[in-house]
């Protein structure tokens, strides 16, 4: 870039911010000199990167030192709620998972963020899409959270060697499994090595527990989003003991063994690894893969990728005697060619909160500081970066494709990604991630410690479900099962 081209960036950026500071009633420029934003999210490097690579940025326009702190994602969840409680206040802001919320607003920790937002022209908030307005920002009608990344689990596929093989996308788990069998132990990027049919995360404690509801899904939530994949709206039960879940985990299973011999091991970033080095057919993930795959330091598969909403189910569980039964319009009133598809807004999206107990002027700075990485100078460039972390959730990291070709991809690969992701938001079957108290209770201990002993032969089909099951029901049971269930179909906006 050059220099006069470098000048001209700044100033829009500071411009944008002034805006920001401007419509709060805060003086621009130097504001914030002298304050110190203590900012703690997860290890990364995702997530993290964009925050300190921008940092020293921000304190150049306002004077505000921004400090990263990071932590690894298992403990992040307990670290602030530890910290929040205990009142030690080590954190002026977090960039963390908005389903927490549920355990974080109600004792009041997060600062309400509702004026903020609607006042604050340079965030344009309107142009977040709705669904992370909604969702990802809002709880129980207030917004305590920027946006600042969108996430849905969506299917990636080598397009080249599906169509030199004559195969289509695959529209159903079965079709994965077929097509992950296909190419699994033949060399796909040239090396001489024999490679894998499909790549997966299936680390525990390494978010895994998110690709078994990303199939999960296709079985048990066919009534549209309200529906829930959790639980019974009626009466809290957990839906995880049944001919659907059953099918789930055997697909899981299944998956298990077609991929790399140490599958059990790979986390998200050895599972992107390996597809953009070329070594995969398939893999489920978040929108990482899309900017990845054209990154040219790494990627042996640029123009090479295609991407698909998640796969479904032409079979899905009747909740009145828990098995499953072909799709009619009556039981998948959303399926396409008879295939119910459920897509994932997996996790909903890292957010940027504000700790309620800072003092005025830190508030004011952590806010300024979260518009601004959120704001759409900086993160349309951020979400085509596939280091970031961030996916894209503004209308207009859909409509401009700009950025996405300067970053490398071709228009066609932009639309192909932007598509399976923009396909997932306008479905009126999509299922939302849990957020009630205790939702990492739920996800990253008990399904997430069931599943590993699954996936390690420790537990049969029978025994996983059950124990899901027990552990869920007992929690919910320790907390409140009326209180539990009024927050669970609070967040699915159900109000008969």
């Not at 969506?154 to 004559?166: A, F, I, N, S, T």
Request: aromatic letters at 10%; one cysteine or more; a neutral charge.
């Amino acid at each position: 870039m050059s220099r006069y081209l470098a000048r001209a960036v700044l100033l829009v950026m500071a411009v944008g911010l002034v805006a920001a500071c401007n419509s709060n009633n805060s003086p621009s420029g130097g504001q914030f000199s002298g304050t110190t934003v203590r900012v703690v999210t997860f290890t990364g490097p995702q997530i993290a990167e964009p925050l300190q690579r921008r940092a020293p940025d921000f304190e150049k326009l306002t004077g505000a030192k921004i400090e990263v702190i990071t932590v690894p994602f298992s403990d992040l969840y307990q670290k602030l709620l530890t910290d929040f409680a205990t009142k030690t206040n080590s954190y002026d802001a977090t960039v963390f998972d908005p389903q927490w919320m549920g355990d974080y607003v109600p004792p009041g920790y997060l600062e309400d963020l509702s004026n903020r937002v609607t006042s604050d022209s340079a965030l344009q908030w309107n142009d977040i899409a709705p669904f992370f307005r909604d969702f990802s920002a809002t709880f129980k009608g207030h917004v305590y959270t920027v946006p600042l990344d969108g996430d849905f689990q969506m299917v990636y596929y080598r397009k080249d060697l599906l169509q030199r093989d004559g195969l289509q996308p695959p529209e159903t788990w079965q079709d994965y499994i077929s097509i992950a069998k296909h190419f699994q132990g033949k060399d796909l990027n040239g090396d001489g090595k024999a490679d894998y049919g499909s790549c997966l995360a299936m680390k525990r404690s390494a978010q895994s527990y998110w690709m078994y509801i990303s199939i999960a899904a296709a079985y048990l939530q066919s009534q549209g989003t309200k529906q829930g994949t959790f639980f019974s709206t009626d009466n809290m039960q957990p839906l995880m003991n049944n001919a659907g879940a059953a099918a789930a985990l055997d697909v899981y299973k299944q998956l298990s063994k077609l991929g790399p011999p140490d599958q059990l091991n790979n986390d998200v970033g050895d599972s992107r690894g390996l597809f953009v080095t070329g070594r995969c057919a398939l893999s489920l993930d978040w929108g990482d893969i899309g900017p990845l795959a054209v990154d040219k330091t790494q990627s042996k598969v640029q123009d090479k990728v295609g991407a698909v909403i998640l796969p479904g189910s032409k079979q899905v569980l009747d909740r009145s005697t828990g098995q499953l039964v072909d799709c009619n319009s009556t039981i998948c009133p959303y399926a396409t060619n008879g295939v119910n598809h459920s897509p994932f807004a997996a996790f909903g999206g890292w957010s940027g909160a504000v700790n309620k107990a800072a003092s005025s002027k830190v508030k004011d700075a952590a806010y300024a500081f979260l518009s601004y990485m959120s704001q759409p100078a900086q993160s349309s460039i951020d979400v085509t970066i596939g280091k970031t972390g961030f996916n894209p959730y503004r209308t207009s990291h859909f409509t401009n494709l700009g950025p996405w070709e300067t970053s490398g991809m071709s228009e066609t690969a932009a639309k192909d990604y932007l598509g399976a992701i923009s396909s997932s938001l306008k479905s009126p079957n999509m299922v939302l991630d849990l957020r009630i108290p205790q939702t990492s209770f739920y996800q990253q201990t008990a399904l997430d410690t069931a599943l590993a002993q699954f996936l390690a032969g420790e537990l049969s089909t029978s025994q996983t479900m059950t124990q899901i099951t027990n552990q869920w029901n007992s929690k919910t049971d320790e907390i409140g099962r009326q209180a539990q269930l009024d927050a669970y179909r609070s967040s699915l906006s159900v109000t008969k």
